[in-house]
């Protein structure tokens, strides 16, 4: 177990070859060796098969609060991390650790844990947190992928193999909000322009995130990974949970990193900040509760609420900033002290609910769309269908992840409860958890189905409204072709008695009627090229030239002979 010793304050000094920090390891750790092995590990490049390069700004963040370089006093924020620890013997101990050096000392004691961390990172609690608790720095790493992905210099090295991710698992999370309701009715194309609009802010979003995250200047602020404009009425924002599982000789701590932290800011960048400014100003909520439906919920009300002591100062705009403050009310404490897998079933379940509440928000979106097909007169734009659909797969792989998940649970060798009837339990937990998430997953491949065959007939109806269009062209042109008929003889007689006949009827030697012979065959040579078009007459010349070419040949044979 890591042990407090000051040590050498620069990370990068020589401290001789640490001990390994396996899971399940006994040997004792610093923060500073913690760090000073990430950095080291940064440093491999090609001089090994195991490179470490993609590890180079993970290692820059974690190392700030220990450079003896850092002329500031670094203050760690107090809001990052939550732990409960699990004994057999009695209820969970809930504790708001203050300081990373606290939080150290709470893995002093013989307990299993669940340990929440929120938001942007604050280097120094990831640092006590990996040594304290053997985390593996790889899922400090994979959490942040997304920010290290967006520098210049790109690896490409997540997602990994499956193999790799036993202990580590990342589950997606919705939150919908409401925009204001004096936005109005909007028009497709305008609503297609926000969107764009939008793509441009979380763009702006994601470099400001990402100078924030390599400075540490926003830590515990909330991280919001995607940012989905449905319709006029609502929005929905996507957040990652990356839950790890370490062994020490004290027992197990599940490590459950929420994207969620403070509540979001309209003074902060993003898409959604004019929406929580003018929501404010107007008293109206922004996001919408997660809503579980749990067996007789309504008759325990008081039961399922936060203790008086934990709930937070002000109102939380999202059901996720509630998760680490009443943990595990529904679940056996008994089965939570020895499973960690049924310990973080609430997380699941939880994560499964926001992504329901999410479908049905598509679900009544698509059925809006579908309904306005039957509109008379109605031009619906395919680009609903085809911006939900993208939407759907994308979450029917995040499902895909998550059911695999549950199944290796097994194969990952977590621990499992050694009475009989306490293991039956948390496995028909575990059935029950994946029951729920194979009909989310199914649910969200009907509804992509259901948007590919809506986009087909509103394809299908985009042809046949061209079709119609060009059959009302084609008669418009008869029309003028009718017309022609009468105003082209008309036109005739008029420029024949417009003529100068004079030297016709002055000179009876040419007379009038050179005039019809000229015309007459020039007017039978048009209605013959009208008849005729240029590959019928490029195939009769062909086919002449043919012809002359054999008649030469056996000419030639004949004179020959």
Not at 11 to 22: T, V, W
Not at 65 to 80: E, G, H, L, Q, V
Not at 108 to 135: D, K
Not at 247 to 259: C, I, P, S, Y
């Amino acid at each position: 177990m890591a042990t407090l010793a000051p040590g050498n304050p620069n990370p990068s000094a020589r401290q001789g070859r640490p001990a390994s920090i396996r899971s399940g390891s006994s040997k004792r750790w610093t923060p500073e060796q913690y760090i000073a092995s990430i950095g080291a590990y940064a440093k491999q490049r090609s001089n090994t098969l195991f490179t470490g390069v993609h590890f180079t700004r993970l290692a820059h963040i974690l190392e700030q609060p220990f450079s003896s370089s850092a002329k500031r006093d670094y203050t760690p924020s107090s809001t990052f991390a939550t732990l409960y620890k699990y004994t057999s013997g009695g209820p969970p101990e809930y504790c708001e650790p203050k300081t990373p050096e606290e939080l150290a000392q709470h893995a002093e004691t013989e307990a299993n844990s669940i340990l929440f961390l929120r938001g942007q990172p604050c280097p120094m609690w990831l640092a006590y947190a990996g040594a304290s608790y053997h985390v593996d720095p790889e899922f400090f790493y994979r959490h942040l992928d997304f920010v290290f992905s967006m520098s210049r210099k790109r690896y490409f090295a997540q997602p990994s193999l499956i193999s790799t991710s036993r202990n580590l698992i990342q589950l997606s999370y919705m939150t919908v909000g409401e925009l204001p309701s004096s936005m109005g009715d909007i028009s497709q194309l305008k609503l297609d322009s926000l969107r764009d609009s939008a793509g441009k802010d979380m763009v702006e979003y994601f470099n400001i995130l990402g100078k924030n995250i390599t400075k540490s200047s926003s830590p515990s602020e909330s991280i919001v990974r995607s940012y989905h404009l449905l319709d006029k009425h609502h929005f929905a924002i996507e957040q990652q949970v990356s839950i790890y599982l370490g062994q020490t000789e004290k027992g197990w701590t599940a490590v459950v990193w929420l994207d969620t932290g403070k509540s979001l800011s309209p003074k902060e960048p993003g898409p959604w900040a004019k929406t929580l400014q003018t929501n404010q100003a107007t008293g109206q909520e922004t996001f919408l509760p997660w809503i579980q439906a749990h067996p007789f919920a309504s008759l325990h009300a008081a039961s399922l609420s936060i203790a008086h002591d934990r709930r937070p100062t002000k109102e939380m705009e999202q059901s996720a900033s509630l998760i680490h403050l009443g943990y595990g009310k529904r679940l056996d404490k008994q089965i939570m002290a020895q499973d960690p897998f049924y310990a973080l079933h609430e997380l699941f379940i939880n994560c499964a609910y926001s992504e329901a509440q999410f479908l049905n928000v598509i679900e009544s979106k698509i059925r809006e769309d579908t309904a306005a097909e039957l509109i008379p007169d109605r031009n619906v734009s395919p680009a609903n269908m085809i911006f939900f659909q993208g939407l759907l797969d994308r979450h029917a792989e995040s499902l895909r992840r998550s059911i695999m998940a549950i199944n290796s649970r097994e194969d990952a060798g977590w621990p499992r409860p050694t009475d009989t009837a306490l293991r039956q339990k948390s496995t028909a937990f575990t059935h029950t958890l994946l029951q729920d998430f194979r009909s989310l997953l199914n649910r969200t491949e009907i509804m992509s189905d259901l948007c590919k065959s809506r986009l087909h007939i509103l394809m299908s109806r985009a042809g046949i409204v061209e079709s119609n269009k060009a059959i009302e062209q084609a008669k418009e042109v008869t029309k003028l072709t009718r017309l022609a008929f009468v105003f082209v003889p008309l036109s005739f007689v008029s420029s024949f008695f417009g003529m100068n006949l004079g030297p016709f009827v002055d000179r009876p030697a040419y007379g009038l009627w050179i005039f019809f012979a000229i015309s007459g065959p020039l007017v039978l040579l048009l209605l013959v090229s009208l008849s005729w078009n240029v590959s019928q007459i490029g195939h009769v010349f062909a086919r002449k030239g043919k012809r002359s070419k054999q008649e030469e040949h056996a000419f030639e044979t004949k004179d020959s002979d």
